[in-house]
């Protein structure tokens, strides 16, 4: 062997002995918990054998959404880019909404907009204040930027604990994010409750108020920024059009501020082009199809009090639910249940936080999906199954 070819053997040999340097792992990043998302239809396929699943593991809107969302988005010109902007979308809201366009902004997702909150207005070291059992990304963005986040519990009767949330206000959290109605649990807070913690909400503490699951809610249920408008706090109020709306797959939600200096903070912690074209065309549809979104509400509604009452007949416990989704106590660990409902074709999600890990979520589906599951979980929860 050639001197020139020895030399290049010698330093492939030694480079493949020394483990190449790593690059820098951001540690909050890498120690993230994972986000608890719902499996995937392949999944469930494959895991039952069924081709008839009951997708009932993050919320969706069995309905669809509204025909005037098709139309819509068969007219987007998909090799032009998108509105960064979305100026048409925030006209449309802030007419709605009786704001000014320069307080909305729009995400992909209000998932997103949970993400440019923890950024903007969070650094290391920051205090974020949270519940739990709670919505991942409500702890999640947080620790992503460094923060640490203190998480008060829902009482023993999986109801909001308001003198439990004065107290940890008074921390001066950088951020509150609280989700009303609740994910995972349902209950929302009524004007009283809410009045109160708006009460103990300081001026130095961004109060992100979560309202995902407003349209399911009943009318004693306050608009929380109708309130909040009354109030002399800093707030973003977060919406979707994933839930009522029917456009989960879209990504499409957004964030109503106090003032046009908080949704610049928010504009700038974003990408720039995160709101596709298909999803602004279908949000201004959607909006203009009210009717249709009431219409896919109330049929949810009725179903979800009758789930419920099935489960409570089972002598089952189950919390009072404000949302499309209700969380119950199957009284025996909560993964064993949903892996049985996966064998026959019912994906829920497994609550696997400490405290909760007898519960499972179950999003309201189709009338054949509910009684899918109904009758699967009464077969698994049968003595001696
Ligand atoms: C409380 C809450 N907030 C925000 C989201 C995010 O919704 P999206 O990003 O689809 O708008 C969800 C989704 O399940 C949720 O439950």
Request: charge should be negative; include cysteine.
């Amino acid at each position: 062997m050639s001197d020139i070819k020895m030399v290049i053997k010698h330093s492939l040999s030694t480079r493949q002995s020394i483990s190449p340097p790593e690059p820098y792992y951001n540690p909050h990043v890498e120690a993230l918990p994972k986000y608890n998302s719902g499996l995937s239809l392949a999944a469930a396929r494959a895991a039952s054998g069924l081709t008839q699943i009951a997708r009932l593991a993050s919320n969706e809107n069995p309905h669809g959404c509204s025909p005037g969302v098709m139309q819509a988005i068969d007219a987007v010109e998909l090799w032009r880019y998108s509105d960064p902007g979305c100026e048409l979308l925030r006209a449309t809201l802030a007419t709605k909404l009786g704001v000014d366009p320069a307080q909305i902004v729009i995400g992909n997702g209000s998932e997103e907009m949970i993400a440019a909150a923890s950024r903007g207005f969070l650094t290391a070291g920051s205090h974020a204040l949270t519940v739990t059992p709670s919505f991942g990304l409500h702890e999640i963005e947080p620790l992503a930027v460094g923060a640490r986040v203190t998480k008060v519990p829902m009482t023993a009767d999986l109801e909001f604990d308001v003198p439990a949330l004065e107290l940890a206000l008074a921390q001066h959290p950088q951020v509150f994010f609280l989700p009303s109605p609740s994910n995972p649990v349902g209950p929302a807070l009524d004007t009283r409750e809410l009045a109160r913690v708006i009460g103990a909400v300081s001026g130095a503490t961004l109060f992100v108020l979560d309202e995902a699951y407003r349209e399911f809610t009943s009318e004693a249920i306050p608009d929380g920024l109708e309130m909040l408008r009354e109030s002399a706090l800093s707030y973003v109020v977060l919406r979707t059009f994933s839930k009522a709306f029917g456009l989960a797959g879209l990504r499409v939600g957004y964030a109503v501020c106090s003032s046009p200096r908080i949704a610049k903070m928010l504009t700038a912690a974003k990408t720039p082009f995160n709101v596709n074209a298909l999803a602004q065309a279908a949000a201004v549809a959607a909006l203009q199809d009210e009717p249709w979104m009431e219409a896919a509400v109330t049929r949810i509604r009725d179903e979800r009090e009758r789930v419920s009452q099935s489960l409570r007949q089972m002598g089952l416990r189950v919390a009072r639910s404000e949302g499309n989704f209700l969380f119950v106590d199957v009284a025996r660990p909560s993964t064993e249940v949903a892996t049985q409902l996966l064998k026959a074709g019912v994906i829920v999600k497994p609550w696997l936080e400490p405290n909760y890990q007898s519960f499972i979520r179950v999003s309201i589906g189709s009338s054949a999906e509910n009684d899918q599951f109904i009758e699967a979980l009464r077969r698994i929860l049968q003595p001696g199954f």
